[in-house]
C-alpha cells in the first residue's frame, strides 16, 4: 500500500511498521490515523504474515493527538455532534482494526507514548520499553475525559482499576520502572537492543504454528471478556481441535521432537 506517514516493510513473515512523522513527535493527525487503519484492516486476510513488529522513527513512540492540526480545524466552521462524532471514530478504528487482525503485534515504545499514542500501545499483544519511556493518559490534561480509543477498555484490566483511575483522572505521568512494574510492558532494553529484541521475539513466535498462533491471539481476547469458566474452556476446546485437524500440525510435533526448525505451509515445498 501506499503510504505517506507510515514506513511498512515485509520481512519473511513479519511486518515492521513504522509510523515515520518525528519532526511532530509521530502525534496522530488525518493522515497517519487513516494509513494506519487501512494498514491494520489490510491484514485479515494477509495468512502468509504472521508478526508485526510496531515501532516509531525518532525519540518518541507517538505525542498523541496532533494538536498544530486540531487548531487548525479549529479555524474553521464549528463541526457538528455527527460530524464530531464521525472523526473520533476514525481515531478508535485504529485501535479496533488492531486488536482484529491476527497477527500478534509486538510494540517497541521509545520515548513518549501519550494520548492516542498510549492507546496504540495498549492495543498491541507484547510491550518492549526503553528507559525512555513515558506514558500518561494525555486527553484529560486538554479539556477530553481520559476515556479514549480504547483506554479506559485497556487500563483497568492490564493494572487494576485503582491504579487506572489514578492515572486516567490525573493524566499523570508513568515512567519505565512503573511501566514495567505495572506488567504493561515486558522488559525495558536500552534503545540500541530494540530491534534485536523484537526480531528474536518474532522468531520464536514464527516456530509456532500459524493456525496455533492465530488461533491463541483470538482466543485470549475473547478470554478476557469471558462470561465464564466453562465459555472460556468451551472456546480452548475448540481452537485445540481446531489446530489438530490443521494441516500443520503433524509437522509442529515432528520437528518438536526432531529438535529442529519446523517447516510450515510453503517452507515443506
Given at each position: 500500500?501506499n503510504t505517506t506517514c507510515l514506513d511498512v516493510r515485509e520481512e ?113 499483544d507484547v510491550r518492549i520499553g526503553t528507559p525512555t519511556l513515558r ?135
Amino acid at each position: 500500500m501506499n503510504t505517506t506517514c507510515l514506513d511498512v516493510r515485509e520481512e519473511g513473515a513479519t511486518l515492521w511498521v513504522t509510523p515515520n512523522r518525528p519532526q511532530a513527535l509521530n502525534a496522530l493527525n488525518g493522515q497517519l490515523v487513516d494509513e494506519l487503519g487501512d494498514l491494520f484492516r489490510s491484514l485479515y486476510t494477509r495468512e502468509e504474515l504472521r508478526v508485526v513488529v510496531l515501532r516509531a522513527a525518532g525519540r518518541a513512540f507517538c505525542a498523541g493527538m496532533d494538536l498544530k492540526e486540531h487548531a487548525e480545524l479549529q479555524q474553521q466552521p464549528p463541526l457538528t455532534v455527527s460530524q464530531q462524532l464521525a472523526v473520533q471514530r476514525r481515531y478508535r478504528d485504529v485501535v479496533l482494526a488492531m486488536r482484529r487482525c491476527p497477527q500478534p503485534i509486538i510494540a517497541l515504545v521509545n520515548g513518549a507514548a501519550c494520548g492516542g499514542g498510549l492507546a496504540l500501545v495498549l492495543a498491541t499483544d507484547v510491550r518492549i520499553g526503553t528507559p525512555t519511556l513515558r506514558m500518561n493518559v494525555a486527553p484529560i490534561r486538554i479539556g477530553f475525559t481520559a476515556c479514549d480509543m480504547g483506554i479506559s477498555y485497556f487500563l483497568p484490566r492490564m493494572i487494576g482499576s485503582s491504579l487506572a483511575a489514578e492515572y486516567m483522572l490525573t493524566g499523570r505521568f508513568m515512567d519505565a520502572a512503573q511501566a514495567r512494574q505495572m506488567g504493561l510492558v515486558s522488559r525495558i532494553v536500552e534503545p540500541e537492543a530494540l530491534e534485536a529484541e523484537a526480531r528474536s521475539l518474532a522468531a520464536e513466535m514464527l516456530r509456532t504454528s500459524p493456525l496455533g498462533l492465530r488461533l491463541t491471539k483470538e482466543a485470549m481476547a475473547v478470554a478476557v471478556d469471558g462470561q465464564s469458566l466453562e465459555a472460556v474452556i468451551a472456546l480452548e476446546d475448540r481452537c485445540q481441535t481446531l489446530c489438530a485437524h490443521g494441516e500443520d500440525f503433524d509437522e509442529a510435533i515432528a520437528s518438536f521432537r526432531e529438535k529442529r526448525e519446523p517447516r510450515y505451509g510453503a517452507a515443506r515445498a
